[in-house]
């Protein structure tokens, strides 16, 4: 029998276009690469990269609706070639696979414009849910873009809530996208109501100053976003590394400095790699030690993705990570 994946991660898959050139704007790009997308299915292909065991929403969680076109084919295929479990991908008739066009700054950050109104992933209902494989898991990552519409909402509300009562761990990383919501106000409110669900939130220091309306590199601004259930909380400060703070402890892990070409997927190696870490070694929470070598390989795992355009292909292995922190490997 095959063993269940470790980590199950919901949420939405699509296609990111990535302009052929930086620095300009949609309308004045020439070209644009096609590369496979979506937060939660790049966690997922960052953990088997990093030789942990995954799935993406299906047989461990739930049935994604992916669209039945070419684009939805190619990311069923995606995830395929990357080892996550697919079992539960199934195609909607009805809508299509979601797009994202992708501005690139000259320093490799990004802007997003989305095509999905409705995409598959929208369309997902509660009634599709496998609750079975989810109470299996060790982990159950999601992000915030599930909560902005139903039926998939409700799908989202009860995954989480058969993960809580199964006494899995909840990873959460809102990965703010404001073009995707009503308003900020509305993205605000979303973002916040499913909060003090986890037990694991990587955010960014935007995210911080967006969410707070506060001076994100201000401790009380961060510390503004703990509550009594979180074992752990991440705040990413881009290319300077991370923050960390616990229960017993706090500090901060410097990043690595690499040639950036685009940020696209940055926070999700960086959050693969750390759930690869926790699902080997839970006591991490309590051993800052443990903890600091993991946010220093998440850091390098992070920085690595932003050598190359797209976010899957970009994704580090371990060897590439382990190259990077002993100084052998240049990027």
């Not at 990111?16 to 644009?32: H, K, N, Q, Y």
């Amino acid at each position: 029998m095959t063993k269940p994946p470790e980590i199950v991660c919901f949420g939405e898959m699509l296609i990111d276009f990535v302009p052929d050139s930086a620095g300009v704007s949609l309308a004045e790009s020439t070209g644009f690469l096609k590369a496979p997308g979506g937060a939660p299915a790049n966690v997922a292909c960052a953990i088997t990269k990093l030789d942990g065991t995954s799935a993406f929403i299906g047989k461990s969680i739930i049935n994604v609706q992916v669209g039945d076109d070419e684009f939805g084919r190619m990311l069923v295929d995606i995830l395929k070639s990357n080892g996550v479990n697919r079992e539960g991908v199934c195609f909607d008739t009805q809508a299509r696979t979601a797009l994202a066009f992708v501005t690139l700054k000259s320093n490799g950050e990004r802007e997003f414009m989305f095509y999905r109104n409705p995409s598959a992933d929208m369309l997902l209902k509660e009634s599709e849910l496998n609750l079975g494989l989810i109470k299996q898991a060790k982990i159950f990552h999601y992000g915030s873009i599930s909560l902005i519409s139903e039926p998939c909402r409700s799908a989202h509300m009860a995954a989480m809530k058969a993960a809580k009562d199964a006494g899995v761990l909840l990873s959460y990383d809102p990965n703010v996208r404001l073009p995707l919501w009503p308003s900020p106000e509305a993205a605000r409110e979303g973002i916040r109501n499913i909060w003090h669900e986890a037990d694991f939130i990587k955010v960014s220091d935007d995210e911080v100053n967006f969410l707070t309306q506060k001076d994100p590199e201000k401790e009380e601004t961060v510390m503004s976003l703990w509550h009594d259930r979180l074992k752990l909380l991440v705040v990413t400060d881009g290319e300077k590394g991370c923050r960390y703070f616990t229960k017993s402890f706090k500090g901060k892990v410097s990043g690595f400095p690499v040639k950036t070409v685009d940020t696209t997927g940055a926070g999700d190696a960086f959050v693969g790699s750390l759930l690869v870490s926790i699902a080997n070694e839970p006591s991490i929470f309590q051993d800052e030690e443990k903890l600091k070598n993991a946010l220093k390989f998440a850091n390098a795992c992070g920085a690595i993705s932003t050598t190359q355009k797209g976010a899957i292909p970009a994704l580090p292995s371990t060897f590439d990570a382990q190259g990077l922190m002993a100084g052998s490997k240049a990027y």
